[in-house]
């Protein structure tokens, strides 16, 4: 292999069987067919499916590649198979160097020994002799922050415990490659970001392949990427902000509006922006203009209007902003009635990407819910500049002094 280069996949595949009794079976065909030395390339057969299927890529030292897609689509498949831990049915994996991997919560340790004992026990399984990782077995308990459990079994650790050792071994045993998978999830908000600024100083002496739900974490470490969608490579390339926006139109812009809540007492008839066209459902709009949105909602028990508010989430179904619209006159109405609505927005600095609009309607501003939904609308800011901070405030530079 080159000298930078540390992984190379070349159409790679494993298929999956999804009865156990079948599976069984063509293992042991599978097994006598090797054996007979006919190794040739297999159709799926009856109740087979391919988890992954012809995934090719490079890793160099220094580069970071995000393997992005929803469950299922082969993302922890594919890092066993980096890791070893299964065989491709099809294709060539070729990894040169020490290979560090926190690919499933726990993994690696023996639970009944303890922490210590996992240290010396991963160490070794790494290459290292027992004087090697006694010059670093400070520098790990140390990082992972659980001196006072490190002699107790693992068994009994916590989720973040696991997590804290786990990573500590691997980044103290500086492997050439680093493989992360969604643990990093579970972990407290501090030692995430102590594990970030740690892959940052790893990153020059290692190729890391990260699989993270978190697109900010992915476009944060991240130079590369791959999304995945039923074991296969949809989206490939150096591009990651591409990847992360396809990521989203796949499985983020559904109009499958969530009802959340009702009484009967309403029920939202339609909703819209004015003025513009929703393309899928979703209505795109403009960083830093003003909009206005437009509901009709029916009547069927009120005796007097409804107080209408929104509430904005982002992509990743964070809440991000509140709206109660001044001037809302809560008067008697007739029941069976359509009541329609019409609010402004004023300079929407929310930064690039899809948010959805909850509606909800109370007898009065967050008291005695009446009706709530989800997604009531969807809209997408578009702006050239990627950035995962919910708002881009409008700034311009008035004067440099020197």
């Known amino acids: 292999m080159e000298k ?23 293992g042991v065909k ?4 090797n054996l007979s030395g006919n190794k040739t390339q297999r159709k799926l057969r009856p109740k087979e499916f391919w988890a992954v299927k012809s995934i090719n890529f490079e890793l160099r030292r220094g580069e970071c590649l995000g393997l992005i897609g929803h469950n299922g689509a082969g993302k922890s498949t ?23 991997a926190l690919i499933e919560l ?20 790494l290459g290292f002799t027992k004087e090697e990782i006694d010059s670093k077995i400070e520098k790990i308990i140390e990082f992972s922050e659980i001196r006072d459990f490190i002699d107790s079994p693992v068994q009994n650790y916590s989720s973040g415990m696991k997590v804290r050792l786990g990573f500590a071994v691997a980044a103290q045993m500086e492997p050439d490659v680093l ?65 992360i ?37 979703v209505y795109n709009v403009k960083w830093g203009t003003s909009i206005r949105l437009s509901f009709k909602l029916k009547n069927i028990g009120l005796d007097k209007m409804p107080y209408i508010s929104l509430a904005v989430y982002d992509k990743e179904q964070r809440a991000v902003a509140e709206i109660y619209p ?28 899809i948010y959805y609009l909850t509606f909800n309607a109370s007898e009065e501003p967050s008291f ?14 578009e702006h050239d500049k990627q950035m995962w901070t919910p708002f881009l405030l409008d700034s311009k530079l008035i004067s440099t002094t020197i």
């Open 4 to 26: 930078d280069l540390l992984i190379r996949v070349e159409n790679v595949s494993k298929k999956f069987c999804k009865d156990l009794k079948l599976s069984l079976w063509y």
């Open 368 to 381: 005695n819910m009446y009706y709530k939904i989800h997604k009531a609308i969807t809209i997408k800011i």
């Open 245 to 281: 926006d396809s990521y989203y139109n796949k499985f983020m812009t559904s109009d499958d509006s969530n009802l959340v809540y009702s009484d009967d007492t309403v029920s939202l008839v339609s909703a819209s922006v004015e003025g513009v066209t929703p393309v899928d459902s």
């Open 78 to 100: 594919l890092l066993k198979l980096l890791n070893g831990l299964i065989q491709p049915d099809e294709g060539k994996i070729t990894i040169r160097g020490r290979v560090g």
């Open 326 to 353: 001044e001037g809302q006159d809560l008067k008697s109405i007739e029941k069976d009635r359509v009541i329609g609505f019409s609010f402004s927005l004023k300079n929407l600095y929310l930064s690039k990407g």
């Open 179 to 243: 493989i992360i998978d969604e643990v990093l999830a579970v972990g407290d908000l501090g030692f995430v970001l102590k594990c970030f600024k740690t892959i940052d100083v790893m990153l020059p002496n290692t190729a890391v392949v990260f699989v993270s739900h978190n697109m900010p974490m992915v476009s944060r470490i991240c130079n590369t990427i791959i999304l995945m969608e039923r074991g296969e490579a949809v989206f490939q390339g150096e591009d990651v902000s591409k990847g």
């Open 30 to 33: 599978d097994l006598a067919s």
């Open 106 to 125: 726990g993994a690696g340790f023996n639970p009944i020994l303890t922490g210590r004992e996992n240290i010396y026990n991963n160490g070794a399984v």
